[in-house]
């Protein structure tokens, strides 16, 4: 393990990491999540979940990436596991895998996007059409099309080949500190103009006023579920990416520093969006998913001035997004491949990704409307969505709560989170107390309700 690839900088580090976690969930599930469950109020319990549980679990995860200096099943194997905990290792892998194999296709569509915004056909509207019936149609013209959106996938799979390829330093962190000031200069500047509008400050009051009448147990489970899921909680990612962490680094401060930017694009994410929607009354529009992103942004950008430029920009911003998830996503098969069967990188990298051609191209093609590619009545694309992101994430959850709070070697989560005497260790005991308890019995929560759904 003395050759092990880490990351060269402080700032790559967490600029990689942030870009692992900073994904397509801070931009259209947590704007509809707020605005369905109580404005602020939802924001505040978010908040909480991310810093009393999402911290805690991310640090977990570190301490086995670091001590385990290997993928999301060596990390386990490493640290002295007996088998049957190697497989939460393997269910942490075969989730982002299948994860992938979807979030390439939208990333995809971000893509083409981001190029119709820059040719200005996105805003070729027919004659006598509405605004929103002609967004809605380009959105299912592009989701259910058979080439365009293909090949925007493919290119974005060639992109994750190329930087993956390149290594670690040489491509992950490169591209993640070149992306992430971008991401976040994008986002200052479409605050501005957002918060500038006429009747912005509606939209504002709209986010940041608190209805705690719509609180209720659901949405205590929603928002901790978008808080592990924004900060790609058991996908292995962290795991991955903490075995790249120099043994310097403050595991604690890091997790806390991840989820600030993360919850900071998110917030900034509601600041761009509400008040765009309330200044061209737009309050009735759907702020769910595809929707929001690829008709109800566009006709805002529609009625402004300047229309290409702000279109290209938020597209710009949802297309690194997207690429800097897939990228670490990506990274937790190449690991794997890597490490578990003593190949190069290169190789690696080809064995991974080559098969993704094929899946996404079955994701992409399940979404016709009369598709055959369907499981269990739904496609393929919701298919691997549902199971992935609703069911083996809370299972590897709670797997790693539970082997880092009572099975892992013992003494590991105070080392690491002290660097071996080296830094405090004050906050191991909180820590270690809610991946024991308190984490572990949310997670599960939160996995029943959506099986009680």
């Known amino acids: 393990m003395g050759d092990k690839a880490q990351f060269g900088s402080k700032l790559g580090l967490i600029a990689a990491t942030v870009g692992s976690a900073v994904g397509l969930g801070n931009v259209w599930r947590f704007p509809a999540e707020a605005q369905a469950n109580g404005g602020a109020a939802f924001l505040i319990i978010y908040i909480a979940c991310v810093f009393i549980l999402g911290v805690p679990v991310m640090v977990s995860e570190f301490a086995l990436g670091r001590a385990g200096r290997s993928d999301a099943i060596g990390s386990f194997k490493n640290i002295g596991a007996a088998k049957p905990w190697w497989a939460v290792g393997a269910l942490a892998i075969c989730a982002s895998y299948m994860i992938l194999c979807f979030y390439m296709v939208v990333a995809g569509w971000t893509i083409e996007y981001l190029w119709a915004s820059i040719t200005g056909s996105l805003y070729d509207l027919a004659a006598g059409t509405s605004l929103e019936s002609s967004f809605t149609q380009k959105m299912q013209s592009m989701i259910q099309g058979s080439t365009d959106p293909l090949i925007s996938t493919y290119f974005v799979i060639l992109i994750n080949i190329g930087v993956l390829v390149v290594g670690v330093q040489k491509g992950i962190e490169r591209l993640s500190n070149t992306l992430m000031p971008v991401l976040f200069l994008v986002l200052i500047i479409m605050c501005c103009v957002s918060l500038s509008l006429p009747g912005a400050a509606e939209g504002v009051k709209d986010f940041l006023s608190p209805d705690f009448s719509k609180i209720n147990s659901s949405v205590v489970l929603n928002a901790l579920g978008q808080a592990f899921f924004s900060l790609s909680l058991g996908m292995g990612i962290l795991i991955t990416y903490s075995s790249y962490f120099p043994n310097s680094t403050k595991l604690t401060k890091t997790a806390l520093t991840v989820s600030l930017l993360d919850l900071l694009v998110a917030v900034m994410m509601g600041l761009v969006i509400f008040p765009a929607i309330a200044s061209f009354n737009l309050k009735d529009a759907s702020l769910e998913g595809t929707t929001l992103v690829f008709v109800t942004l566009p006709e805002v950008f529609q009625m402004m001035p300047w229309t290409r430029l702000w279109s290209v920009l938020f597209f710009l911003l949802l297309t690194v997004a997207a690429v800097t998830s ?46 055959f590619l369907k499981i269990g009545g739904v496609s393929v694309f919701d298919f691997l969505d549902n199971v992935a992101t609703n069911i083996l994430l809370p299972v590897v959850s709670i797997g790693v709560c539970v082997y880092m709070g009572w099975f892992a070697p013992k003494g590991i989560m105070n080392d690491e989170i002290s660097n071996y005497g080296s830094v405090s260790s004050h906050p191991a005991p909180a820590i270690i107390l809610i991946i024991r308890y308190v984490a572990p019995l949310l997670i599960a929560l939160v996995l029943i309700s959506y099986f009680m759904n």
Do not use: N, Q, W, Y
């Not at 190449?334 to 094929?358: E, G, H, N, Y």
């Open 326 to 371: 897939t990228i670490s996503i990506a990274e937790v098969s190449v690991a794997f491949v890597s490490d578990r069967f003593k190949i190069s990188r290169i190789k690696a990298c080809l064995v991974t990704m080559l098969p993704i051609f094929v899946f996404s191209t079955i994701c992409s093609m399940s979404l016709s409307g009369d598709s």
